[in-house]
């Protein structure tokens, strides 16, 4: 029996050397996403034979790995993210990390990896929070990202699941996704490349699916657009997802969005977007959308927005959309009123200046 199932995992505790107010100030005044780290991380091991052992909060730092090490051959690598935001009084607040606790757990069963207790998952990310609590912005737009992992670690090169595992959870300081902020961004939609397949790993959150994806991202940077949108591998039809966020299209008193066919992952903010869309009153669809109905619909008119969603961005309106065979715009290329409307009551809740009819805020 594991220390964790007996109830007596604890995190032992390594202080980290503190950055000082100065020079934490002058890193958050304009953080970017994913650039700069707080003091500390916090770990936990598992082996076969163990379970769950060894947590700990530690500075943040390099690991040790052996050459060996079974996640740098067979990517065995699975991750989260979420956000901790400010709120009015001074108060600091998770955004549903239950629901990521979930989806890791699907993710780690679909890669042969061990699950880790849903409570674990939440109290690492409160004792890193509270260890790092300075670090959680305050400025318009910004938020706390935490990035929750786990790898194998095992140094052996034989083909099997790893008998060893390390999860680690690390934070980051987040502005602006998108480097042009909140307005509309330009879309390069694939028709070489697949992000995933029936059958394969798109509906879980692994490395691998983003390391296939980013061929096709740098071919939508030299198109001169923001971000890559997959169609379907099999009819190579249909809208998919993009390289890091789910689509959604808005017609009048109806919202679209391609259904979860096990190629696409179930983003935390994806559902949330559909759950608030009903909550306004809108028709919420889930089928198979086409680029030629995306298209068709932008041209005429019948369409009246494009958006997307993801934990980054949180919710970023599409302006046009681009192919080999040309582009096309959606609605003028400007943010429509139902895409405001879901990002400013998303953010209000996660802020905590807008009622939470869902119980989706989580104080720390």
């Known amino acids: 029996m594991s220390e964790y199932s007996r109830g007596m995992l604890e995190f ?4 980290a050397t503190r950055r000082s107010a100065a020079e934490r100030a002058a890193l958050m005044s304009d953080p970017g996403f994913g650039r700069v780290f707080t003091d500390h991380m916090v770990t936990v091991r598992y082996a076969d034979t163990k379970g769950w052992y060894d947590a700990k909060l530690e500075p943040f730092g390099p690991l040790a790995l052996s050459p060996a090490t079974a996640a740098l051959h067979y990517g065995q690598e699975i991750f989260e993210g979420l956000k901790v935001y400010a709120q ?7 955004f549903r990390p239950d629901a990521n606790a979930r989806r890791l757990n699907v993710t780690a069963e679909r890669l042969a990896m061990p699950r880790l207790p849903e409570e674990l998952f939440l109290r690492s990310l409160r004792v890193l929070v509270e260890a790092d609590r300075d670090w959680v912005p305050t400025s318009e737009g910004q938020s706390l990202y935490l990035r929750p992992f786990m790898i194998a670690t095992d140094p052996f090169l034989g083909v099997r699941p790893s008998s060893e595992y390390l999860y680690a959870v690390i934070a980051s300081p987040a502005g602006a996704y998108f480097a042009g902020g909140a307005k509309p961004v330009t879309m390069w939609v694939s028709q070489e490349y697949s992000r995933a397949a029936p059958g394969g790993t798109g ?3 692994t490395a691998a699916n983003y390391a296939a994806s980013l061929r096709a991202q740098a071919q939508a940077q030299e198109a001169g657009c923001d971000q890559v949108v997959f169609l379907d591998s099999v009819e190579r039809r ?16 109806e919202l679209v969005t391609p259904p979860l066919n096990g190629s696409i992952l179930p983003g935390v903010t994806r559902d949330s977007v559909l759950r608030l869309a009903a909550h306004l009153g809108y028709t919420v669809t889930e089928r198979p959308y086409s680029l030629d109905e995306w298209r068709d619909d932008a041209r005429s008119g019948r369409l009246k927005e494009t958006f997307a969603s993801g934990t980054g961005v949180v919710i970023s309106s599409i302006g046009t959309a681009r192919t080999a065979d040309g582009e ?18 998303l953010v209000g809740i996660q802020r905590g200046t807008e009622e939470d009819p869902f119980g989706w805020r989580l104080p720390l």
């Open 88 to 94: 009015p009084g001074g108060g600091v607040a998770f």
């Open 12 to 15: 032992a505790t390594v202080a």
């Open 203 to 205: 509906a879980v959150k």
């Open 238 to 253: 249909y809208i998919e997802e993009a390289g890091s966020n789910n689509l959604f299209f808005v017609y009048d008193g």
């Open 328 to 345: 096309f715009a959606i609605a003028g290329a400007v943010e429509g009123p139902f895409t405001a409307k879901i990002r400013d009551t």
